[in-house]
Every structure is written in structure tokens, then in C-alpha cells.
């Protein structure tokens, strides 16, 4: 919902991260050009200006309000880490990183986002109204600092995130936890209430992230919980519920929720 902290959150992440951050309001008059960059003539030659995806996080600020062509200028650079304009392709900056957030589809003025784009992003997460203890402290916040983003310090900068991501990638994941991670997605394809299921790149995702999770909890090794803890977010997004099945009450979660319970958790001994 507007209001619930989702740009203020998407920046603090880029503000955390000594990289080069461009932030794009996405409108219905917002072009693909205005996204990749153009060609321009100066001086009797064409000169390249680069489009602000040409950085290390790029901000989509509430991307379901530029309309699907503006969209689908984002498919190559979030797939292959580069743009191809005018007939030349030219590569993106490491780390790139695309940040999103999006209104709810029902407000005026917004766009369903494509499915071959949603099937890009690793994960998506919901932001509700915070309880009142948390929007108690939100009121008073500028009591201290006149911007919150102020107190955020850097945490880590380029190399040190690539170095990193190589260790993540390190992490073990035995046989059996591999098994239950693709069990879950094809279970996807396979769910009644489901027209589309997980694909391919959604296998690879939860693989990346439950690494992740892995090694943010100290561990060299993945459990089967650390796959349970970031399916929601990896495969929400991914799936679409049959329209007939919608009628009836079908949704992604209760989906989901049944596939969770359904596919038996492998036991896996300490360090796989």
C-alpha cells in the first residue's frame, strides 16, 4: 500500500551499500529511452548518453505505474546484465542490482507487470501496516534526525560484495536438500489451482537464496528450513492462479501453503 515505507526501504538497502545508486518514478509517460539512455547529436557525431541502468542499483520507484513497453526495456539488463541499443550491445556495471516497488494492481493508473518480467526478480516481498508500536515510533522518528537515511552508515562496499557473493555461491547443498528445493517448484506446475507454475529460473533462485540464508545464519551448508524460509518469497511472485480456480477462493498463498505441507522434508544430518 502507499505510504507503507517500500522507496524509504529500497533506499536505505542502496544508502547500506557504497555503490552507485539511480533512482527512475515510473509513469505512464515514461519512455524505454528514458531507462537505457539514446543516442544524441552533439558536435557533429552521435554521442551515447547513457540511461541511469547504467549503475550498480538501480530503483524502479513504483514500476507498475510505467506502462509494459518501459517494462520490457528492463528484461535483458535484469537477465543478461546488459542493454542493447541502436544495434550495439553494452554491458552493465558489477554488481547490478534492480530494487522494485509496486502499488497494489486494483489503484488507478497501474500495469500488471509481464510475467517474463516478475520471473526475474529473486525475490518479492510484502509490506503491510506496521502494528502500533512500530508506527508510534515512525510518527516521532524526525524528532531526532530531519532524515532517517542520514543514520545509515555503509556496510559494504563493491569488492568486498562480490567477494561475498562468490563465498555464497560456495555454500554446500547436499543431494537431498537440492531434491526438496526442485520437488517444491515442480510441485508448482503440478497444483490444480495453478495455471502457471514455477519455472526453471524460479529452481535457481531458491537455490541462490536459500545459500544465502545459509550463510547469513553462520552456516556452510543448507538445510531444508533454510529452502522452506525463502520459497514464499521466491515463488509467489512467479506463479498465477488458474481464473476459474479464483472464482472459487484459489489464491498463490493457500496454494503454496498446501505444497509446503504436501512435499516431504528430507532429514539432513549437521554439514549435509
Do not use: C
Amino acid at each position: 500500500m502507499p505510504g507503507t515505507g517500500k522507496t524509504l526501504l529500497a533506499r536505505a538497502v542502496a544508502r547500506a551499500l557504497t555503490l552507485e545508486a539511480n533512482r527512475v518514478q515510473g509513469t505512464p509517460d515514461l519512455l524505454p529511452v528514458d531507462v537505457t539512455g539514446s543516442s544524441i547529436f552533439e558536435g557533429g557525431t552521435l554521442r551515447f548518453a547513457a540511461g541511469p541502468v547504467f549503475t550498480n542499483i538501480l530503483l524502479v520507484d513504483e514500476i507498475n505505474r510505467a506502462t509494459p513497453r518501459t517494462q520490457a526495456a528492463l528484461l535483458e539488463a535484469m537477465q543478461e546484465r546488459q542493454v542493447s541499443i541502436e544495434g550495439t550491445t553494452r554491458p552493465l556495471p558489477d554488481p547490478f542490482i534492480v530494487l522494485a516497488t509496486q502499488n497494489p494492481i486494483e489503484f488507478e493508473g497501474t500495469f500488471s507487470l509481464p510475467q517474463a518480467q516478475l520471473d526475474r526478480f529473486l525475490l518479492r516481498v510484502r509490506i503491510g501496516y506496521p502494528d502500533e508500536g512500530a508506527e508510534r515510533m515512525i510518527a516521532r522518528r524526525y524528532q531526532t534526525a530531519a532524515e532517517p537515511l542520514d543514520s545509515i552508515d555503509p556496510v559494504l562496499d563493491g569488492p568486498r560484495l562480490l567477494a561475498l557473493r562468490d563465498q555464497v555461491r560456495q555454500v554446500h547443498v547436499a543431494e537431498e536438500v537440492e531434491a526438496y528445493g526442485v520437488a517444491l517448484v515442480r510441485a508448482t506446475r503440478a497444483h490444480s489451482d495453478l495455471q502457471l507454475g514455477g519455472s526453471p529460473r524460479a529452481t535457481v533462485a531458491l537455490y541462490r537464496a536459500a545459500q544465502a540464508t545459509a550463510f547469513l545464519a553462520g552456516r556452510r551448508f543448507v538445510l531444508p528450513d533454510d529452502v522452506k524460509a525463502v520459497a514464499r518469497a521466491v515463488l509467489a511472485h512467479r506463479l498465477v492462479v488458474d481464473l476459474d480456480q479464483s472464482l472459487r477462493g484459489a489464491s498463490v498463498d493457500n496454494a503454496l501453503t498446501t505444497i509446503l505441507d504436501a512435499v516431504p522434508v528430507p532429514p539432513v544430518a549437521a554439514g549435509g
